[in-house]
């Protein structure tokens, strides 16, 4: 057992014994929709699908029953299992080792995040069958704990994320949602124009990019060979939505608006990350689809909040799949009427 005892409590999930992964979750459910949370794995969204289809996430199944197993010593930074699905950071990321001093050798480094972010233990505070509130450990790395509030209306999940500042110091920090979908997902963001984000790859060209119709989208394609090419775009959204094309459904994701002048100046409001599949090697890629909250000044006893929605539709118009440009066209008045709250 690491050291993350009373961070991760030995108790097993209800249910957990059994042999379906999902035994593992705890389950939210509302009409055709359910959202699937592991609670002592950072509170995280592992799934999110409709009328029993396919999981909208990419979080790998054979995780959720094993989490104990792969929970790291927090002082031992090497051992990491990511579990994937829907996780919150702080952001900047160039900070994230650099408000402590308990780990001074890790000061300047990108990776990883503080593991009480992604393996703490959340308690259930309050719960109901489409409904709960998970309260998190405070992390002596950021300084912060995060209560998660997870609920299923008719339209679709909601998310809000609160941040407290539980050191005795001043922090600066913002929240940053990061959802993860598969490496074949192909994520469209609306934009002004090719001014309004910024493209980092160690290998330009492996993965072109598109804006056509005033939407960015990174190309699709399968890879070969050893590795897999990456990249990274830093967009300033024309609105406050993006939308994932996979499995003949939609996966859209609505933000709080934030104005670029409120986030940290290394980030973008959206962000999305994709490594390509890679057939040689088996591996089905990921694609990160990430929303940045304002960066504040959090005075000790301080909080911070993000919200967001998620919503799954069919990738069809009047019962005919169709492309994903003529859904976005079709779709796009409707999506930006569609508040947070």
């Known amino acids: 057992m690491s050291i993350l005892a009373g961070v991760v409590s030995a108790e097993r999930v209800a249910g957990e014994a059994s042999d379906s992964p999902e035994s593992a979750l705890l389950m939210l459910r509302k009409g055709d929709l359910e959202l699937g949370i592991l609670p002592k794995v950072g509170g995280s969204a592992v799934l999110f699908r409709r009328n029993g289809g396919e999981n909208a996430l990419y979080a790998p199944s054979e995780h959720w029953l094993e989490w104990e197993a792969r929970i790291p010593d927090p ?20 900070d994230f080792w650099n408000q402590q001093e308990l780990i001074p050798q890790q000061h300047d480094q990108l990776w990883p995040p503080d593991p009480y972010w992604v393996y703490g233990d959340f308690k259930i505070i309050e719960k109901s069958e489409n409904s709960v509130v998970l309260e998190g450990p405070a992390s002596p790395y950021t300084g912060v704990k995060m209560i998660k509030r997870y609920s299923l209306d008719e339209q679709g999940a909601k998310l809000s994320v609160t941040a407290i500042n539980t050191s005795s110091e001043v922090l600066h920090w913002g929240l940053w949602s990061n959802t993860r979908v598969s490496g074949q997902t192909e994520v469209y963001v609306p934009v002004k124009n090719e001014n309004s984000f910024r493209i980092e790859t160690p290998e330009m060209g492996a993965i072109p990019w598109s804006v056509e119709d005033h939407f960015f989208h990174f190309s699709s394609g399968i890879a070969e060979g050893e590795s897999s090419p990456y ?14 094309f996979q499995n003949e459904q939609v996966f859209v994701k609505i933000m ?15 962000e999305v990350y994709h490594l390509r599949p890679n057939s040689h090697l088996e591996q089905p890629g990921l694609t990160e689809m990430e929303g940045h909250g304002a960066y504040h000044t959090i005075k000790p006893g301080d ?22 440009l003529r859904w976005l066209s079709a779709n796009r008045d409707r999506l930006g009427q569609i508040e947070v709250d």
């Open 256 to 270: 709080e608006p934030v104005l670029a002048s409120e986030i940290h100046e290394n980030h973008g409001i959206f």
């Open 303 to 324: 909080k911070i909040t993000l919200s967001e929605r998620w919503m799954i539709f069919p990738q069809e118009l009047h019962g005919i799949k169709v492309q994903p």
């Open 231 to 244: 990249a990274k775009a830093y967009l300033f959204p024309d609105a406050h939505w993006m939308a994932g």
């Open 75 to 94: 002082l031992d930074l090497s051992q990491w299992t990511d579990f994937f699905g829907h996780i919150i950071w702080l952001s900047p990321q160039v």
